[in-house]
């Protein structure tokens, strides 16, 4: 018989070791919309020669887990955890921004098999390397966590003292409700936005030793944050900005009910990138019955310091809401 996706559940667990599963973990439950965990095996084949003309064997040189968790946008505890994950730092009074600190999580997959026995596996040393939110026109806010992580271990029964905390189902937040739009600090009032994404890119290293399967260790490279939008052409503004190369920022509102502007009433996520120079903006007429739009691309950078390296805003900040 097969199994259905349906019953497949995901969690995961924050490391205070990297690789090492916390004495009774204390799992959060993920809502996803799908799934991509898995071992990513090297192989080779053997360069054994005989009269036969056939390969001898094929060998397991190596491997790493790698794979996506992908989402809707919600206000979430489990997602809130994750994404101090990727950007490498903890939450501060609902503020979070990059930081120096490699977050590394348990995952474990629980898939029941019907008529068999139910099978756990667990995915040690996962760090975030990537994270991307898409939002478009008349659609749920989509995004990914992509991992990288040691090699799986399977089992048939849940590990001693786990838990497993439920998710709070808060409403799914979505295009329409993606108010405060800003461009360099002025409301965009006057703009069509009908694409919005961007992707933080850790760059992790996984570092292969002898004697070792999968990574001993992860490390942090730096991070990169590009983001893309397309804007309805009614100004040359933003090509401008791209021409004469001017630095300006983007930041939006992600709201989870249509009672926008009541912080008592809903939840939502507030963006930042305060640093930003454009890299692409090609406004073309791509063909009949279309909209002339500003196809924009921009890289995130480093704020000016405000002290030491630590006090920087960063290239990327989050705040949470309520308060």
């Not at 090297?42 to 996506?68: A, C, F, H």
């Not at 800003?182 to 890119?201: D, H, Q, R, Y």
């Not at 704020?303 to 809401?321: H, K, N, Q």
Request: net charge negative.
């Amino acid at each position: 018989m097969s199994t259905s996706t349906d019953l497949v559940q995901v969690s995961f667990v924050p490391e205070v070791i990297y690789g090492t599963t916390p004495t009774n973990p204390q799992f959060e439950l993920v809502r996803m919309t799908g799934e991509g965990i898995a071992f990513a095996p090297t192989t080779t084949k053997s360069n054994e020669i005989n009269p036969y003309r056939q390969v001898t064997d094929s060998i397991l040189t190596g491997g790493q887990v790698t794979g996506d968790i992908n989402f809707e946008l919600a206000y979430e505890s489990w997602f809130e955890t994750l994404l101090a994950g990727a950007l490498c730092n903890d939450w501060s009074s609902d503020f979070l921004k990059i930081g120096l600190e490699l977050k590394s999580f348990t995952i474990e997959k629980k898939i029941p098999v019907p008529g068999g026995i139910t099978q756990y596996h667990r995915f040690t040393g996962c760090v975030v390397s990537q994270l991307s939110i898409d939002i478009k026109p008349g659609s749920p806010i989509t995004g990914k966590f992509t991992f990288l992580g040691k090699a799986p271990v399977i089992d048939t029964a849940p590990l001693a003292g786990a838990s497993y905390g439920q998710p709070a189902l808060n409403p799914v937040m979505t295009a329409p409700r993606v108010v405060g739009i800003e461009l360099g600090g002025i409301p965009a009032v006057g703009k069509c936005f009908n694409a919005l994404s961007f992707t933080l890119n850790n760059n992790d290293r996984a570092i292969e030793c002898i004697g070792t399967l999968g990574p001993r260790e992860t490390v942090l490279g730096r991070a990169e944050i590009q983001t893309q939008f397309s804007v309805l052409f009614n100004d040359s503004d933003l090509l401008e900005l791209l021409i004469n190369q001017t630095e300006t920022s983007l930041s939006f509102e992600t709201d989870d009910t249509s009672d926008v502007g009541s912080p008592s009433g809903h939840n939502y996520y507030v963006w930042t990138l305060p640093r930003v120079k454009l890299t692409a903006n090609p406004i073309v007429a791509g063909g009949t019955n279309q909209d002339v739009v500003n196809n924009v691309t921009a890289e995130a950078l480093m704020p000016a310091l405000t002290g030491s390296p630590l006090d920087t805003l960063g290239s990327l900040t989050v705040s949470r809401y309520p308060r």
